[in-house]
Each structure stands twice: as structure tokens, then as C-alpha cells.
């Protein structure tokens, strides 16, 4: 249960975790934090952590990652399974896996699937539009992406099912250690028996280059592959269902943002981009200190984890002015989104994933201009798992 503000700010600090509120309950604490001149504080939740809340401490962190070790996992509480490649790996074994990721993730990805993911949009549209009536969520935001992975990863469209539900199930379980490693196993079980399908019908796909990749002078193992695929498709799946609702329910839910972007469609992408700064569908990663570090007047020690919370880092108002405020003509300038990560770490299918979103809403507002959200005021988002906040579910419907 989230605690309330009978609380004083030091016990609501203390017993922070997404797991025991919601994100805007979240916003508002680190807006409160920041008030009280806290950029650090302490929680005793996930088996104790610190939280980075300013831009510039979480930019640093990601940089610095011989004293924010990856290892041994990036998100809390600690899972039996193992590390998922590449982001919970630091040099040197970081390169290999990044290297074996470039094969899926690299510049072209996004153009050599761009034709494909159009075709999937237009198709999508097309079932709406006969309906009338429908969840931008469910019909619309869930499938650009999972199709998306299909392509990307070499899946036949008749198992995007069980890669949907694989993927539903590893994010309800994070908070669980059992259950997320139970549910791990289960993915990596599945994964592996399509990537040994490949050894026998070879294709050219990620799948079949998997079956056949290797770290050094030996071939992945069969958990190394499970864990591959595991965060394939949890970092290209939910993260952009949560990114591409957001940001159709913040451009139809105001007439004015929505008539610039279908009078002017070059305003899209930076449309994208401010509504993925506003709602980061992924709040914050976890770090290890390797050594004593004092940041933002806090000394930590070495040993310590350290949550790099990008939800506040992209809301500080030292860097965004009116963070709270959705403004399409913001200069977001270079490097300072920090929805993605940054450094070594940050991720690769971020070109991908900004890719979707564009043709989605691109081709939604040229297809139907006349779509009307229904009760947007009552939209929430919530968290689903892990750090992952999202719309569970935004009505819509095609006004006659």
C-alpha cells in the first residue's frame, strides 16, 4: 500500500518502491525530495538502496561503470537466473555480447524493417477502423512492437502469442524472485526450442545466427540463449507498449497538439521524443558501487545498490523547464533523454523502438484523423512489474 503524507518525507523515502505505489504517487516524491534539497536518498525496500534522482548524478553513474558495476543483475529484487546479455554485463565481457546483439540491433535495423512494420500499422488500422470502437492498448500500442519482434527476430507470426504471454508473465513476476525465475525458465525453454528448430531449417533471421553464435572459442549455452531472448523481447516489447500509448493518449487527448502534427507530420518524431522523456516507460535501472562514492552530500558505500531512477532525471527542472508539461516545441538537444540509458549500457533498440512509434502515430492520424479517446481524464498509468509504467488500457472510438 502507498504510504500517505501523514507520513514525514524521511519515513515515505524510506519505504519507497514501485512495487508499493503508483507512478504519479512516484513523480510527486521526487518532486517533494527535490523540494526539501534531497537529489540522493535512501530506501529500505528491495534489499536496500540509494536513488539518484538529478539528471546530472544518473548521466555520471551511467558513464562511470567501473564504480556502477552492471552486475550481478539490473533490477531488484535479486532473481535465481542468469544475467540477461548485454546490459547486465560490463567490460570486457560486455563486448562480446554487444558485438552478438549488433547482428539484430545495429544502424540499419530500423530501415531494413521499416516497410514491414508500415504494412503491420496499415493492417492494424484497418481491423479498428471496422470496429469503430476499440482499446488503443490492446488493438493498436501491444501489437506494433510484438509484430515488430517477429520481424526482428525471425518468430512466425503464429507464435506471436506465446511470445506476448511469455513476456506478460516475466513482468507481472519481477517482484517474486520464484516466480520470475520460474517464469525465466519457461521463456528460455521456449526460446531455445525455436533457435534448435533453426539448427535443422536454417533462415535469414536473428534465430538462426543465434543457433550458431559464438562467445570466444565456444557456443552459447542453453540458458545463455533463454537469457538472450529474454531480453530481446523484454526490452523490445513492453518498454515500447508502454511508450507508444503515452504518447497517443497525450496527442489525442488535446485537439491542439493533435491538429499541428496532421497539419505538419515533421513534428511527429519530436513529439515521440518529448512524450517518451514525460512518461519514461521504464523508471530506473539498478547499479553496484565497487567503491565509496559521495554524491549529492550522500556517502555510499562500496557494496551498495543504487537505483539510476530516468523517470526523475527527465523531469529535473535544472535541465527541462516545465518538466511536468508536455511541450511539443521543447529542445530536448543531444544526449540529454536519458528514457534509454546512456553510455556502454545504453540500449540498442532504441532507433527501433523510435522507429515504431513514429509510423504508429504517423499513419494513425493520416488514417483517422477523427478518432476520439474515451474518458481520457480518467486514464492512469500504473506499474506492471518491475520499473515498467504503463496504460493498461485507453478507449477509443471513430466519431461518425
Avoid at 565481457?93 to 521499416?114: C, G, I, M, Q, Y
Avoid at 490492446?138 to 515488430?148: C, K, R, S, W, Y
Avoid at 516545465?322 to 540498442?348: E, Q, Y
Avoid at 484523423?369 to 472510438?397: C, N, Q, W
Wanted: aromatic share 8%.
Amino acid at each position: 500500500m502507498a504510504q500517505t503524507s501523514s507520513y514525514s518525507l524521511d519515513q515515505r523515502l524510506a519505504g519507497f518502491s514501485t512495487y508499493e505505489t503508483t507512478p504519479d504517487e512516484a513523480l510527486a516524491l521526487f518532486r517533494e525530495a527535490r523540494a526539501s534539497g534531497r537529489s540522493v536518498f535512501w530506501s529500505d525496500t528491495q534489499g536496500g538502496h540509494y536513488v539518484f534522482l538529478d539528471h546530472a548524478d544518473v548521466k555520471a553513474a551511467h558513464i562511470d561503470w567501473e564504480t556502477y558495476r552492471s552486475g550481478p543483475q539490473v533490477l531488484r529484487p535479486l532473481a535465481e537466473r542468469p544475467r540477461f546479455p548485454p546490459i547486465e554485463y560490463d567490460p570486457p565481457e560486455h563486448a562480446s555480447w554487444r558485438k552478438l546483439f549488433a547482428e539484430v540491433l545495429n544502424p540499419d535495423t530500423a530501415t531494413l524493417h521499416e516497410a514491414a512494420v508500415r504494412e503491420d500499422v496499415e493492417e492494424l488500422l484497418d481491423d479498428v477502423a471496422r470496429r469503430g470502437t476499440f482499446d488503443l492498448q490492446a488493438d493498436f500500442a501491444e501489437q506494433v512492437p510484438l509484430l515488430a519482434l517477429c520481424h526482428l527476430i525471425g518468430f512466425d507470426k503464429t507464435k506471436r502469442s506465446e511470445v506476448r504471454r511469455y513476456t506478460v508473465e516475466l513482468h507481472a513476476a519481477s517482484g517474486d524472485p520464484h516466480r520470475a525465475a520460474a517464469a525465466f525458465q519457461a521463456f528460455a525453454e521456449f526460446g531455445l526450442e525455436e533457435v534448435h528448430a533453426r539448427l535443422q531449417e536454417p533462415r535469414d533471421d536473428f534465430l538462426t545466427k543465434l543457433a550458431h553464435a559464438r562467445l570466444g572459442d565456444r557456443p552459447l549455452t542453453a540458458m545463455e540463449v533463454g537469457a538472450t531472448m529474454n531480453s530481446l523481447l523484454n526490452a523490445g516489447h513492453g518498454t515500447t507498449v508502454s511508450g507508444l500509448t503515452s504518447l497517443l493518449w497525450e496527442v489525442l487527448r488535446s485537439p491542439a497538439i493533435r491538429r499541428r502534427l496532421i497539419e505538419d507530420p515533421f513534428l511527429i518524431p519530436f513529439a515521440v521524443e518529448e512524450s517518451m522523456r514525460l512518461h519514461t516507460p521504464f523508471f530506473g535501472i539498478y547499479r553496484m558501487t565497487t567503491r565509496d562514492v559521495t554524491v549529492g552530500g550522500v556517502d555510499i558505500p562500496a557494496g551498495s545498490s543504487v537505483q539510476l531512477m530516468w523517470a526523475a532525471a527527465n523531469r529535473d527542472p535544472k535541465v527541462f523547464r516545465d518538466p511536468d508539461t508536455f511541450d511539443l516545441d521543447r529542445d530536448l538537444g543531444s544526449n540529454r533523454l536519458l528514457t534509454f540509458g546512456f553510455g556502454i549500457h545504453a540500449c540498442m533498440g532504441q532507433p527501433m523502438a523510435r522507429m515504431e512509434m513514429n509510423v504508429a502515430l504517423g499513419a494513425l492520424l493520416r488514417r483517422l484523423p477523427d478518432i476520439e479517446l474515451i474518458a481520457p481524464d480518467a486514464v492512469k498509468h500504473e506499474f506492471a512489474g518491475s520499473e515498467t509504467a504503463l496504460i493498461k488500457s485507453l478507449p477509443a472510438r471513430i466519431v461518425q
